[in-house]
C-alpha cells in the first residue's frame, strides 16, 4: 500500500466559529490508494482525541502501524485497492496540522493560549478546504470513531451534498457532562502543573520528561476508554513487583498500566493542544446553529451507518440509538449496529475484526 | 436526640494484617440513644471514604448533620429511640482517630509515609477494640455503605458470631481494577504536587489553600460517586459565567460543581488520609485470608441484607448481586434488594427515602 504523507499550506483564512480566523494554517493529512479518474472513490477519515493522520500503513523503521491499520489497507473493510483513502490531521493538533504551538503568523512565537478555541466544526471546514484544494468536491465516505464519528456526522450535517455516506463509530450527538467530567481531570491537572508554566513552557520541554499533569489527566481518560468489564479481564486484581501488597505505593497492574502509557503519551504529545482537542470534544453538539437536534438530523441527506459498542462507558451505545431513532422516525436511510464487546470505547480500535463487515457492507450499498 | 462525641485512647497494640503494630492508638466516635441495660440494642456503622463518625445529628452552629442524619434518628431507619448506635471514625482517617498526621509515639512528630498501610481487616479490629472497652461484645446490626458497606461485610466474615445482621449497601466483596482507576488519578495527582512535598507538607499547610493534587484527584472520585444519568439531569450542558463558550477556560456547570466540589473537600481533608484510605479500599478482598471468596461467605453467620443502587459506576449491583447468590446457594439468611436510581454510587447517601424501609424492615426481622 502506497502512503504519502503531505502538508497543506493554506493562505486563505479559515473561518472559525468562535468569530475568529486562523490565517494562514496548515493541514497534515496522509493517502492510501489511488484517485480514479471520475475522482469518486475517496474516502475520508477522521481521528479521534489522541489520533493523528497516520492511519494505516507502517512507516520505514516503525514496529507499529497507523491507528486503524486493521481497517484501512489492501482487501480490508476499507480497501484502498479500489478507494482514495485521505486521513487528515484536525486543526489544534500537534502532529502537524496548525495548533497552539505553531506560529502565531507573522512572529515566530507559538500561539500558546492565544490560539483561537477550535471546534469539530472547524475541524471539518478545514478538511473540506483541503478537499477542495486537491479538486475533491464531493466523497464517497466520511468515517471516523470517537471524535472522528463527531467528525463525520457534523459533515453530514453541515455539507448535506458532500458525502454519499458517512460512518460514524463510538460517538454520540452532544457531548454529555459525563464526558466532560472525565476531561476535567486533565484540564486541571495539566493547568496546575508548575512545568505547564500557564503555558509558556518551552518548545521540547516534555520530550525527555513528559508533563506529570497531562500524564494524571490521562489517566482519567483511560479509565473512560476501558470499562469495568475490560479491566477485569485485562489486569483482574494483580499485583506487581518486589513491593508487598502492604506498601502504601505498591501497585496493582491495572495501576503499573496506566502509569506506563500515560507517561509515554505525556511525552508525545503537547499538552496545549490537549486543552484545545479537549475543548473541541466539550463543546460539540449537533444542534448548535439549528434549531435542535431533530432539525439538524433532518438535514443529512447521506446514508448513515451508526455503530455502539456495549461496553463503551464513555459515548454509551444508547447515545447512537438516540440518532438511529430519529433518522427512522423521518425515513432516512441508515443501519445501526451495536457490536457486543468487553472492550470498553476502545473497541473501536481493537475489535476491528467485529466491524469490519459492516463497513464493508456500507461501502457496497 | 443525644449525640455524644468522644475520642478512645488505648495503649493495647493493634496488630495490623500487615503484620506491623499500631500503638497507642485511639478512635474517634459518636453515639446516639442509649444502651440499654441487655446490651442488646446497639447498632455499628461504618463510614465511606470521606466520612466521619459524625454519622447524624446537628453539631451546635453547624447547617449541615451528618452524612447519614435521613437514616440515624428518632423514628427513623435506623431508630435512635430503641436502639443504642455507635458510628466509628476509622484509622487512618484525618477525623480524630489516628492516622498519617497523628504523633508517632512516642515522639510529637507526626507519621506521615512511616503510618503502617491499614485495611478494611483492620480497621474493623481497631472497631472491635473499641466495643469490647465499652463492654459490648454482640451487636444487634453493623451498617454502612461503600467502604461502610466493605467493613460490615468483613464483619461478618472474620467475626461471625458478632452482629446478628449486617446491612451493607454500594459494595462488593473485593474492590475491582475499575475502582483502582479511579483511586489512581489521586494518588498520582497528590503525590506530584509539589506542595505535597513528598508528605512532608507542615501540619495545617492546606487549612486555607487545599492541595490542588486533591483536589484534581477528587474529579476522578466525584465522577464514579455520580453517572452520566445523574449528571445529565444535574448539569446537562448548560454552561457558565460570562465567559463565552469559545474561551478556552469557560466552563460547563458540570465543570464548576466539579471545582467547587473537589476545592472545598481538598480545604478540609488530609492528603495522606486519602492515600492510606483508598490504599485500604483498593486492598478490600473479602477472600483474602481464606480459600476462596465461598468460603469467607460460608462462614458467616448473621442474616445479610443487601442493598445496591441500578445507577451506581462505581460498585455494580452485579458486584452485590454476586454475594447474594453465593448466600442463596449457600441457604444463608439473607435479602438482597436494588434500589431503581439515578444517582450513581451517592445514592447510599442521597436516596434514603428509597431504602429506609429495607433497612427498618431488616432491623425487625
Redesign the interface.
Given at each position: 500500500m502506497k502512503i504519502t504523507t503531505k502538508t497543506a499550506h493554506f493562505s486563505t483564512p479559515l473561518y472559525?466559529?468562535?468569530?475568529?480566523i486562523l490565517e494562514p494554517f496548515e493541514i497534515a493529512y496522509e493517502t492510501y490508494g489511488e484517485l480514479n479518474e471520475a475522482k469518486d472513490n475517496v474516502i475520508l477519515i477522521a481521528h479521534a482525541l489522541s489520533g493523528s493522520h497516520h492511519a494505516a500503513g507502517l512507516y520505514e523503521g516503525d514496529r507499529k502501524p497507523g491507528w486503524w491499520d486493521g481497517l484501512i489497507g489492501s482487501g480490508k473493510g476499507i480497501d484502498t485497492d479500489t478507494h482514495y483513502v485521505i486521513a487528515t490531521n484536525v486543526i489544534g493538533s500537534c502532529f502537524g496540522s496548525t495548533g497552539p504551538m505553531s506560529d502565531a503568523y507573522p512572529s515566530e512565537e507559538p500561539y500558546r493560549?492565544k490560539f483561537?478555541?477550535v471546534?469539530i466544526k472547524d475541524m471539518i471546514r478545514a478538511q473540506k478546504q483541503l478537499l477542495s484544494s486537491l479538486g475533491i468536491h464531493h466523497v464517497k465516505a466520511i468515517v471516523g470513531g470517537s471524535m472522528g464519528g463527531m467528525q463525520a456526522l457534523q459533515f453530514a450535517v453541515d455539507y448535506p451534498n458532500f458525502a454519499d455516506r458517512i460512518i460514524a463509530l463510538a460517538a454520540t450527538y452532544?457531548?454529555?457532562?459525563?464526558t466532560?467530567?472525565?476531561n476535567?481531570?486533565a484540564?486541571?491537572?495539566i493547568?496546575?502543573?508548575?512545568r505547564f508554566e500557564g503555558g509558556n513552557y518551552p518548545r521540547g520541554a516534555f520530550a525527555e520528561e513528559g508533563l506529570?499533569?497531562l500524564?494524571?489527566g490521562r489517566?482519567?481518560g483511560?479509565?473512560s476508554y476501558?470499562?469495568?468489564e475490560s479491566?477485569?479481564e485485562?489486569?483482574?486484581?494483580n499485583y506487581v513487583g518486589t513491593d508487598?501488597?502492604?506498601?502504601?505505593?505498591g501497585r496493582?497492574?491495572?495501576?503499573r498500566y496506566?502509569?506506563y502509557n500515560t507517561n509515554n503519551f505525556s511525552r508525545v504529545f503537547d499538552p496545549l493542544s490537549y486543552?484545545?482537542i479537549v475543548?473541541a470534544i466539550?463543546?460539540f453538539?449537533l444542534s448548535r446553529g439549528y434549531d435542535s437536534l431533530h432539525d439538524a438530523i433532518t438535514r443529512i441527506k447521506a446514508q448513515v451507518h451508526l455503530i455502539s459498542f456495549s461496553g463503551d462507558?464513555l459515548f454509551?451505545p444508547s447515545e447512537m440509538e438516540h440518532i438511529a431513532r430519529m433518522l427512522e422516525r423521518n425515513g432516512q436511510p441508515h443501519t445501526y449496529t451495536e457490536v457486543q464487546s468487553d472492550y470498553g470505547h476502545d473497541a473501536f480500535l481493537v475489535e476491528i475484526d467485529k466491524f469490519d463487515g459492516v463497513v464493508r457492507a456500507a461501502m457496497e450499498n
Open positions: 472559525l466559529e468562535s468569530g475568529r493560549l483561537p478555541v471546534t452532544a457531548t454529555r457532562s459525563w466532560i467530567a472525565f476535567k481531570v484540564v486541571e491537572a493547568r496546575n502543573d508548575p506529570e499533569g500524564a494524571i489517566i482519567a483511560h479509565i476501558l470499562s469495568p479491566m477485569d485485562k489486569f483482574g486484581r508487598g501488597l502492604f506498601e502504601l505505593f496493582y497492574e491495572v495501576e496506566l502509569e486543552l484545545y475543548k466539550n463543546t453538539n462507558y454509551f
